[in-house]
């Protein structure tokens, strides 16, 4: 069977951008939260989120005219980029139809339409509407990526909320396995933008300063951004090049519950962590650690908790929420915890749950490394992604073998 490569990683985060920097930060415990600045949420009783500081498209970006793309393509685009150079692509000498690009998000491109808005209400239909409901269509992530890098395989963009980057992953595994593909770059990519931010506090799931999942105290989420995109190969492609090979791609699991718009059900996530073991072929004691989904509110994290302990057993492996250090990131969260399970397995380290205090008596049982990395030897990682709606997606990994 065709085996799936990770070659390069690209990530655009409050913590850090590139593979390396994004590494040390997740070595370090490092904390991208901030007061958020790109919109005005003086109205707001919470205002931090996990907004990239740093971004200079110009820097990133070597094809697109950052004036004709949203904020959250510019983060695909410039994430892709990122991965191809890690990876060491020579993008000419591709068979450029036979690579794809395929996106998760959450809000699109959001930021555009509430700027839209603004400037319909403000001024009737200026002459700005037009370049901006160009950059509107939530389609054009894949596409930023697939017109930065010159590629001429399929452009996707999937919508399944905070798992979409892993639904990515899996249909990019797919290309691969099926022999549809030979090089696909996948991940996810969102904004902070004021509609979410506003519809999280309205449910209540809005924390105010810090998120701290699994913590007994744990009250939220805080709303975050960025793009994380992975390059995926299949072993041969990868290996003619002599490329660097992270980690592999054992497989994955993904279903639906549809029970309840927002809350999470525990059953159905039992039974995706089930499918995601069975599509690698592990059993659960293989699993050195998972990157848990971690939001950090009361009900997301006890359910996630007790479906991992009814899969696992009493003594489940290592679990981590990096959402504690970037925040929420929606539409890419997951493909940030797939480039931090390949880095775990790469560099010998499990990502720290920061800003954690006190055990949550629910919880007993589960390890949520506190606030410190731990050195380890990692050979399986099972990468959490759960979204409103009941979209459960999980991507397992492993160290060569």
Known sequence: MTRVAVTGLGPVSSIGTGAEAF???????ASGISQIQSFDSSGFPHRNGGEVRDFDPARWLRRLDPQRWGRSSQFAAAAARLAADDAGLDLDSLDRGRAHAVLGTTSGESVVAEALTAQ???????????ELIEQLPAGRLAHAVSEELGLHGESLTLATACSASNYAIGYAYDLLVTGEADVVFAGGADSVCRWAHAGFFKLGALTETACAPFDRDRSGILTGEGGAVLVMETFEHAQRRNARIYAEVLGYGINCDAKHPVAPDRESISQCMRIAHRSADIKPEEVDYICAHGTGTPANDLTEARAVIEVFGDNPPPMSSIKSMIGHTMGAASGFGAIASAIAIDRGFLPPTINWQNADPELSGVDPIPNVARRATV???????????????????GAVR
Do not use: E
Not at 23 to 29: D, I, K, R, S, T
Not at 120 to 130: E, H, N, T
């Open 23 to 29: 590494a040390a930060a997740l070595l370090a415990g």
């Open 120 to 130: 319909i209400l403000a001024s009737g239909f200026p002459g700005m509407v037009p």
């Open 379 to 397: 050979r399986v990682v099972q990468n959490n992604g759960f979204a409103f709606g009941g979209n459960n997606a999980i991507v397992m990994l």
